[in-house]
Structure formats: C-alpha cells, structure tokens
C-alpha cells in the first residue's frame, strides 16, 4: 500500500536549526513535496524534489534519497512564524499525490 | 506565481441548504483542479478530481451526488455541497497544478471553512 511517515510534532527554538523527517512508499514516484501550513489556512507551496540530494532554498532545504524512500525539511535560523503544520507528500505513479499527516512544529523563544 | 483563489472563506448555513464554493485559476488555464477537505488537525483529504468539460473523478467514499463538482471552464470549478448535514462542517480547498508538467506543484486556495448548524 501507499504510506507516507513523518513525526506528529516537533519542538524547537527560536533562532536554531529543525530536520523534520518523511518516509515514502508509494506505487511508482514522481517526486516529493513539501508544503506549509498554518492553523487555519491552506497549505502553501515549499519545494520539490525528484532528484538525488539537497535543494537550497533561503532558510529551507530539503534533501531526498530516493533508494531509502527518504526526505527531510531543513529549517535554519527558526523564527516564530515558522510555527505551522509541515505536509510531505509523495507523487506516485499516476501523478496523485499521497499526503502525510504533517509535522506539527511548535517554536519556542 | 500561480495564484487560485477561492470564494467565500467561510460560510456558516443551516442544515438542509446547499452551498457553493468556487475556485478560480487567476493567472492561468487549469484543465483539472483538485478539491480536498481537511478535518481540524488531519491530513488533506482529497475529495475529487475536477476535469473542464467533463465529469469530476471522485474519491473512493466521496458521495458524488452530495459534493457537485462542475468545471465549466478552464478557470472556474465549483463545489456545492447539497442538502448539508453537520457532519459536513469542515474545511474545504481547492487546488490545481500551477504548470503544464504533470508533476507541476499544486498551488491552493485560501480554503473555506463550512459550518453547518
């Protein structure tokens, strides 16, 4: 079956560093997404990767390893604003994308 | 950037009634656009599949006769949710591909948020 992993919630501090981690499996892949969600709001667009490697973004990055089924999302210097849901989600063969749950990351000052 | 906007952003109507929502595709063409519901503190769920000019792809689960979905062209879906039931309170939002590659990413609206009392 088609599943995508990644923490309920995670905790940091304003100003630090954050990895939320996504495990996929999904039938056939097509890429790996990560949006942001505030409470309340619709998601929002972050990256895209189909490839091997980090993509650098700002303050965002985010990794894939295709061979272990493996993202992250890497937050540097964290600001209070960037308290929100972080959606995973897989593009599988038929180009539907299958969603996490979403990490829910709580800064602290 | 690809920018769809969806109207209203909450809507409270007394069981019973319809609702409409809308989606619009502002600075481009959207052949398909994707609706999802999300319930507080879960995963988007998606609902249906919107094809201008042909009938929506629903979801497993998804009742087609109570969520109309009509793509009358290629910058407008609706959504009515028919004879609505408290149960159907949640938050609607609508999506579609900001790019002509099937794995364009999926750009959304602001989300509706329904009441029904």
């Known amino acids: 079956g088609q599943n995508i992993d990644q923490p309920t919630e995670m905790t940091a501090t304003e100003g630090a560093i954050v990895q939320i981690n996504c495990t996929y499996q999904?039938?056939?892949?097509?890429?790996l997404f990560w949006y942001q969600q505030h409470a309340g709001e619709a998601p929002t667009f972050l990256s895209y990767?189909?490839l091997d490697g980090l993509e650098e973004k700002g303050r965002f990055s985010s990794f894939l390893s295709r061979s272990k089924g493996y993202s992250y999302l890497l937050l540097k210097e964290l600001q209070m604003k960037d308290s929100a849901s972080y959606l995973c989600?897989?593009?599988?063969?038929?180009?539907?994308?299958?969603w996490g749950a979403g990490t829910k990351l709580i800064i602290k000052p | 950037g690809a920018v769809v906007s969806q109207h209203p952003s909450w809507v409270i109507c007394k069981s019973g009634t319809s609702v409409k929502i809308e989606c619009r595709s502002l600075?481009?063409?959207?052949?398909?656009m994707f609706w999802y519901r999300q319930f507080p503190k879960q995963s988007l769920m998606l609902m249906a599949t919107?094809?201008?000019?042909?009938?929506?792809?629903?979801e497993q689960g998804v009742e087609k006769d109570k969520f109309l979905i009509n793509h009358a062209s290629l910058t407008l879906s609706t959504l009515t949710v028919t004879s609505a039931h408290p149960e159907d309170s949640s938050f609607y939002i609508c999506?579609?591909?900001?790019?002509?590659?099937?794995?364009?990413?999926?750009?959304f609206g602001n989300g509706t948020r329904l009441t029904v009392t």
């Open positions: 999506s579609a591909k900001g790019g002509t590659s099937d794995n364009s990413p999926l750009h």
């Open positions: 600075d481009f063409q959207a052949t398909t």
């Open positions: 919107s094809n201008e000019g042909s009938k929506a792809t629903y």
């Open positions: 999904t039938s056939g892949f097509n890429g």
């Open positions: 990767n189909v």
């Open positions: 989600a897989s593009m599988d063969s038929n180009y539907q994308l299958i």
